[in-house]
């Protein structure tokens, strides 16, 4: 079974401009979530998809949304870049069966560099 | 607020070396419990996880951890470990629908 694949793998930037970053969960999840992991701050959830809906969102400001798509396939959207956006991004899926309790699956992620 | 702390940010140990990584977290009431490791140029994978039962849980490669809810505590443990366990090490907590990971710990086993 392929695992979760996540599109582009680098990317940059510069400020002020905007990026699209997709995930492909595996086949059957029905779930995706979205991390931002930096140094400093370490793995820090963003938002999670489930059956096209945003079932939970963190603590982050409105520049960065997502949806998903019918085939549960995610993007994830950030305007007006800042220098602080620079990370890498992961995606994550899950059966989501039985809510928080699934093993997520996480992709290679995209590195996000904004100059 | 609800946290997760690891308390070691960075491990160096030699191999044969005994391994505990510390959890701690500040939900109340009942959580799931995750450890998860990023190996060098690899994916976060799962290395074991608590839902119930045997507060004693064993994970893949010989790791193992502890939940105890006295302390909100669920450290990760190994009695020998191996260079090939050099990897930045997550800790995970779930409660209801949300879930905070720890900041991390990277641990390098020296050869």
């Known amino acids: 079974k392929a695992g979760v694949t996540q599109t582009p793998r680098y990317l940059i930037k510069t400020r002020g401009q905007q990026v699209t970053l997709s995930c492909s969960p595996i086949?059957?999840?029905?779930?995706v979530s979205w991390y931002q992991q930096t140094p400093g701050q370490g793995l820090q959830f963003l938002f999670e998809y489930f059956s096209e809906t945003q079932r939970n969102k963190g603590n982050f400001p409105g520049r960065f949304s997502g949806r998903q798509f019918s085939n549960s396939r995610s993007e994830m959207n950030v305007s007006t870049l800042e220098l602080g956006d620079s990370a890498l991004y992961l995606c994550a899926s899950s059966l989501a069966t039985s809510g928080r309790k699934d093993e997520q699956y996480f992709g290679p992620g995209t590195r996000l560099t904004v100059t | 607020a609800q946290s997760v702390s690891q308390h070691n940010h960075h491990v160096i140990l030699s191999e044969a070396a005994s391994l505990e990584l510390g959890c701690n977290y500040s939900?109340?009431?009942?959580?799931?419990l995750f450890w998860y490791v990023q190996y060098p140029g690899q994916h976060l994978q799962l290395l074991l996880k608590?839902?119930?039962?045997?507060?004693l849980v064993k994970g893949i490669k010989g790791f193992e951890a502890e939940f105890i809810k006295s302390k909100f505590s669920f450290n990760l443990r190994k009695p020998s470990v191996q260079w090939s366990d050099t990897a930045e090490y997550f800790c995970a907590v779930t409660r209801d629908d949300k879930i905070i990971f720890g900041k991390g710990t990277r641990l390098h086993i020296l050869p």
């Open positions: 939900y109340g009431g009942t959580v799931n």
């Open positions: 086949s059957g999840h029905r779930s």
């Open positions: 608590y839902f119930s039962g045997d507060p």
